[in-house]
């Protein structure tokens, strides 16, 4: 996936001037930084987890991350776009490891997902679990397109509801639903799994 809706000239701190994640709020930081750090730093932990396999590596990615969106912080804050700038950094820092590592995310690797993906996806369920492997499913949800990727992601991967999407994302919930549609849609293409939307009934009939 492409990194390219990353915010532009943000500065990145030396990789080595970390302090520990437990340190962060005995700084003497702004205030409207450190609520935003206590609002997102469980939701940006648990992507980079989903990437990762571990929490110790989300935890040191996440340090990054922050540590960036503080050295950006007025910029953000500025561009009024905050929510959608440091969920861009987050992507940026997270890919960018992924990559230096040369691995596949760890949701790719791991499986099985719990959660359907879709109703399409529930219904061919038992289509699924008769393939000697699922991998098809998560190298597909990996190919989609970035904001597409995040919504399926943290709708479906991590749980949240549609409304903490928008709110994480900093798009709306009809946008997010858009974005919803459109990368199960894909998916559905990509696993060549029946459209359920030609059984749905029409014209008032009852199913």
Known sequence: MSNDDAPQGAPVPDQGAGL??????????PLDFEAFYLG????????????FGTREVAEEVV???????????TQLLSSGSLEQGAWAIVRRAVHDRLDREGRAP???????????????LATARDKLQKMESTSGLYEA???????????IVLRYILGYPTAKVAWYVGIDERTV???LRRG???LRLKLGLPDDRKKRPQNGEQP
């Open 63 to 73: 340090h990054e991350v922050f540590l960036q969106i503080h050295a950006g912080w």
């Open 177 to 179: 639903g858009h974005h």
């Open 40 to 51: 997102h730093q469980e939701p940006f932990h648990a992507y980079a987890e989903v990437h």
């Open 106 to 120: 760890a949701f790719v690797i791991n499986g099985p997902i719990a959660q359907a993906l879709a109703p399409a």
């Open 184 to 186: 199960k849609e894909r």
């Open 141 to 151: 949800i990996a190919e989609l397109p970035n904001r597409q990727f995040e919504v």
């Open 20 to 29: 520990g994640q437990d340190m962060y709020l005995s700084l003497d930081l």
